[in-house]
């Protein structure tokens, strides 16, 4: 007969659960759930080596063990700290913790430009659900913020380092997905970037994970910039039969259109299956894949608007009655170009003409310029030409 693992009881937040030798306190948390879970910036549990980087898990242990009940001098990064049996641990009922996570954002937040409104990571970003609980309504920094001026890297990824925040999940996932690592951190303290060096291209089958796992908006999907908001697309399973990677992804549609591919995610937001970049990229119509059904969004999610599952449709009262079918008054989808602009083959955002007899006509939005030209001379993301 098998000896029995030994498990250790661990208590957060006055809950307790035993879990395995070896466990973090993060993972123990999570096994809990709820909101005492510690928010991560850098963590990834599906890549090797991460965390520590963001101190965004930040939480005391009041407690070290049974065998030894002192508690440890200061927090500790919850996602780097394995727990020992006995160990008590507050996250959000200790009121230092909650101070010292908002002190972090703050300092994540020193050099990121006020982006949102023209960031296509918004409504899924990690910083600005983090900064929402978190964070402080202004900010003290009088300084001016560091910019860099945005790099394609690639036919598909473009890299907007004034956005980063240095959580190094790119990095790790050229490693230890893409198997082949171009770029990485150049130089040291405020100046330290992530960055390709003398301008090399991102072409490993599958570096397109990189902009999966980036927490905030500053490695985008070239193919989906400036196309549409995701609170007005519409998620969905869907696979196919891909000779490279599973095909397990996640579409983004629009009506018919689909506007984006990326992998599917778990609650923690981290991607289950980790996918090519012909399925990214080049996979862009219905007809490419199997579609499973709508994808369970959080109801706390901006995605959720007008996200609806379950919905039964009501029955036809017209023809039981009137003993015939209704005629056809007027085919709006002849009448409107609406249905017959594809979104994907316009490089650019679309603008009136493209719905008005022009589908391939597109707007230049001034927020997608480069350093030194036009009115954003300064080449970050603001529309505000005043903006450092």
């Known amino acids: 007969m098998a000896e029995e693992k030994k498990l250790f009881k661990v208590t957060i937040d006055n809950i307790t659960i035993e879990v ?20 991560t910036m850098c963590y990834y549990s599906k890549l090797k080596n991460t965390g520590g980087y963001c101190r965004t898990c930040m939480v005391k242990v009041a407690a070290g063990s049974t065998a030894d009940p002192r508690p440890m001098p200061k927090l500790v990064a919850s996602c780097r700290t394995n727990v020992m049996d006995g160990m008590i641990v507050e996250n959000i009922t200790n009121p230092a913790v909650l101070e010292a996570r908002k002190g972090v954002v703050e300092f994540l937040l020193i050099n990121h430009p006020l982006d949102c409104p023209v960031c296509d990571q918004a409504g899924e970003c990690d910083l600005q659900d983090l900064s929402y609980a978190h964070g402080t309504e202004g900010s003290r920094f009088e300084f001016r913020k560091r910019t860099f001026e945005r790099i394609d890297l690639g036919p598909y990824i473009q890299l907007h380092m004034t956005r980063c925040i240095l959580c190094y999940r790119c990095v790790h996932t050229a490693n230890q997905v893409a198997g082949q690592r171009e770029h990485g951190v150049l130089d040291r303290g405020d100046h330290a970037q992530i ?59 629009r009506g018919d259109d689909v506007l984006r591919v990326t ?20 996979k862009k119509k219905v007809s490419d894949w199997v579609i499973e059904g709508p994808t369970t969004v959080n109801r706390h999610s901006v995605i959720s608007q007008g996200h609806y599952t379950g919905i039964k449709k009501p029955g036809e009262t017209f023809e039981p009655l009137m003993h015939r079918k209704p005629k056809l008054l007027m085919d709006i ?3 409107s170009n609406v249905n017959k602009v594809d979104l994907n083959n316009i490089p650019g955002p679309a603008t ?21 030209v036009g009115r954003n001379m300064a080449g970050t993301d603001s529309t505000n030409p005043d903006t450092p």
């Open 263 to 282: 992998g599917r995610k778990d609650q923690w937001g981290e991607v289950e299956d980790w996918i090519c970049n012909d399925c990214r990229f080049e």
């Open 333 to 335: 989808h002849a009448v």
């Open 352 to 372: 009136g003409k493209t719905f008005n007899g022009d589908p391939l006509s597109m707007g230049n939005n001034p927020t997608d310029v480069k350093e030194g």
């Open 195 to 253: 960055a390709t060096y003398i301008r090399e291209s991102l072409d490993s089958e599958f570096i397109g994970n990189v902009i999966d796992v980036c927490p905030v908006g500053a490695l985008t999907d070239r193919t989906f910039r400036f196309k549409n908001r995701v609170w007005f697309t519409k998620p969905v399973e869907a696979h196919r039969d891909c000779p490279t990677c599973k095909g397990k992804v996640r579409l983004w549609m």
């Open 20 to 39: 395995e030798p070896g466990t973090s306190i993060l993972q123990a948390a999570r096994m809990i759930g709820g909101d005492i879970v510690p928010p």
